[in-house]
T-cell receptor
Framework: DTEVTQTPKHLVMGMTNKKSLKCEQH?????MYWYKQKAKKPPELMFV???????INESVPSRFSPECPNSSLLNLHLHALQPEDSALYLC?????????????FGPGTRLLVL | AQKITQTQPGMFVQEKEAVTLDCTYD???????LFWYKQPSSGEMIFLIY??????QNATEGRYSLNFQKARKSANLVISASQLGDSAMYFC???????????????FGTGTLLAVQP
């Protein structure tokens, strides 16, 4: 089973709201990722967690706050977002260490910031 | 810097025909991995196929094959017997290497939008 689940599928929020995106995998993967994808563009890496520790932060604004409570769960906390943050947010997971370790993606959360 | 180039923004193919999606890459590393993903309009990125830089044979997965030409730094995806469900965006990606090992970063190309016509 190569399933990564994400909730919610769609989210509309105002610029003053606080919301969270959730991601879950049960493949025993120890690396988890958040990507942001604008329409007709490739995904852009935001954060990487390795063994539940933040290993890569691609200079993402602090209004995005990732959290990895355990090896199966990954959250992205959103606060005071801007309309330009509207995008598809993809979660992925993989094993670590080797070039052939594939990143498996979830279905994404489509976020609209009003 | 490592880079992936997909020069075909869009492609059309007739159902049941074969189609080749182009991908070239640029890296100074000897070790790297190349991936193809399919993204339908629903949004999910679906892993299709992987090719390692030291793999001597071209990778195949069902109707998908990867035409790997290392000297030319190309990794083209070939889809045989196209189906209507193959209509999607296709991304080529490279696993970045560092000091002979793999990092956790994937570098994506800009994608090719494939439309399969009945």
């Amino acid at each position: 089973d190569t399933e990564v689940t994400q909730t919610p599928k769609h989210l509309v929020m105002g610029m003053t709201n606080k919301k969270s995106l959730k991601c879950e995998q049960h493949m025993g993967h120890r690396a988890m990722y958040w990507y942001k994808q604008k329409a007709k563009k490739p995904p852009e890496l935001m954060f990487v967690y390795s063994y539940e520790k933040l290993s890569i932060n691609e200079s993402v604004p602090s209004r995005f706050s990732p959290e990895c409570p355990n090896s199966s769960l990954l959250n992205l906390h959103l606060h005071a977002l801007q309309p330009e943050d509207s995008a598809l947010y993809l979660c992925a997971s993989s094993l670590l260490g080797l070039f052939q370790e594939t990143q498996y993606f979830g279905p994404g959360t489509r976020l609209l910031v009003l | 810097a490592q880079k992936i180039t997909q020069t075909q923004p869009g492609m059309f193919v007739q159902e049941k025909e074969a189609v080749t999606l182009d991908c070239t890459y640029d890296t100074s590393d000897q070790s790297y991995g190349l991936f193809w993903y399919k993204q339908p309009s629903s949004g999910e990125m679906i892993f299709l196929i992987y090719q390692g830089s030291y793999d001597e044979q071209n990778a195949t997965e069902g109707r998908y094959s990867l035409n790997f030409q290392k000297a030319r730094k190309s990794a083209n995806l070939v889809i045989s017997a196209s189906q209507l469900g193959d209509s999607a965006m296709y991304f080529c990606a490279m696993r970045e290497g560092r000091y002979g090992g793999a990092t956790n970063k994937l570098i994506f190309g800009t994608g090719t939008l494939l439309a399969v016509q009945p």
